[in-house]
DNA sequence: GATGGGAATGAGTCTCGATTCATTCTTGGC
DNA sequence: GCCAAGAATGAATCGAGACTCATTCCCATC
């Protein structure tokens, strides 16, 4: 809150920057991008259209960037945890809650994404792909780890495995944000990879697993 | 084929109607709904502008009807083979195999369902929601009958097995279509559910079922 | 060959919205 | 109090695109 800080105003998240990225987010989550005039968010934010401008490169960067900033806390806050937290499967159990928390921690920006980064329009699919690379990434280290160690099913793609616990992830995730419901998060992380790993068959019934 | 099948050219799927249709399914793949003007559509169509309003209501109508078309044949489906299919496992691996395999039927559809069809613009959340609700539904009754049964655990919620499932089909089937990379749905499907019945947990680290 | 009616056309209307920029406001330094 | 420089404004521009409708085409019937 020095002078010195507050001589950014332009390039970097000054007062109006951070508002007018926050009407976006709330903007968009209500009537989607497409239906969202850059005049709405500026009187969202408590600014002339033209201020839009003075912070952002296009109506695009703005979304471009609420969608990079989220990302980037979310690898950060995983990255950070990792350093403590040595099982693959609590490992899996983390990511699975911080990914579930997104909507508790700011319901519109789960909507944004739940809603705008599935769009085709090529900027933003270009981008958010490269996201999605990234956390599927991350997942497969954690699997492949478990399973070098014994841990986990070695006769099961990494791969197919990262992306059925995100689908499931952010299904639940989706369906939350859609009806509205609430839920616990930790909890149902838990209950996510407690499926993930050991299925829903009974002791009873499981009779594939021979093959391995 | 024969003659008094094509008496229906207005109200009915007469040839312009489903050339509309394809046409308007390939651009909106390609280009997605907001920047598919209904003139690129016309055009791939190869009719004039002002015909696609001779078949349809509006833009909106279009993929409307295209999403509702899709979703009816999977229903259909799903639904015929059942009475001839009566193991839970079964019908579950039936059901994913289906929803992959829309990649191949319709490449372009497939694409259409997983970037549109999440879209928050009033008009596609409210029918496509419905149509998600419904085969969550489906899958809810087989996993409740499945549990009643004793062949799943009766200690993890029916909806939560159902969006997890769903969530992470439809996640395999989304980067399928983003990379662009083919696969044998009947071998995945079986794969998921394998997953999704056993778990990825090797026995010796299974530690959490105990508390059933 | 003429004619009536439905199908098709596509140029034109009308609205909306991203972006620009001439103008106005603010403020820190004198 | 005055001035210059940066910040903010919002009216105006400009293009895009959904939809309309006067006109033309097509063809079955006579």
Same mark, same amino acid.
């Given at each position: 809150m020095t002078e010195v800080e507050k001589a950014?105003?332009?390039?970097?998240?000054?007062?109006?920057? =951070? +508002?007018?990225?926050?009407?976006?987010?709330?903007?968009?989550?209500?009537?989607?991008?497409?239906n969202s005039p850059v005049s709405a968010i500026a009187k969202r934010a408590g600014v002339a259209d033209g201020t839009i401008y003075l912070y952002f490169k296009s109506k695009d960067d703005i979304l471009r960037t609420a969608?990079?900033?989220t990302f980037g806390r979310f690898y950060k806050q995983v990255e950070e945890r990792f350093r403590n937290l040595e099982g693959a499967r609590e490992q899996l159990e983390y990511i699975a809650e911080v990914h579930l928390e997104s909507h508790g921690v700011n319901r519109n920006m789960a909507i944004l994404m739940q809603t705008e980064m599935r769009q085709s329009a090529k900027f933003i699919a270009e981008f958010s792909h490269h996201h999605l690379v990234k956390y599927i =990434?991350?997942? *497969?280290?954690?699997?492949? +780890?478990? =399973?070098?160690?014994?841990?986990? *099913? =070695?006769?099961?793609?990494?791969?197919?495995?990262?992306?059925?616990?995100f689908g499931a992830i952010d299904e639940l995730l989706s369906s939350a944000v859609f009806t509205g419901r609430a839920y616990d998060a930790k909890a149902t992380a838990r209950q996510v990879i407690d499926v993930l790993l050991n299925g829903i068959g009974t002791r009873a019934s499981m009779g594939r697993s021979e093959n391995v």
């Open positions: 950014a105003p332009i390039s970097g998240p000054g007062d109006k920057y =951070q +508002r007018i990225l926050d009407a976006a987010v709330e903007v968009i989550a209500e009537r989607g991008y497409f969608i990079d900033t =990434q991350m997942v *497969r280290e954690v699997v492949r +780890r478990g =399973q070098q160690e014994g841990l986990f *099913r =070695q006769d099961v793609s990494d791969g197919v495995v990262a992306h059925c616990m």
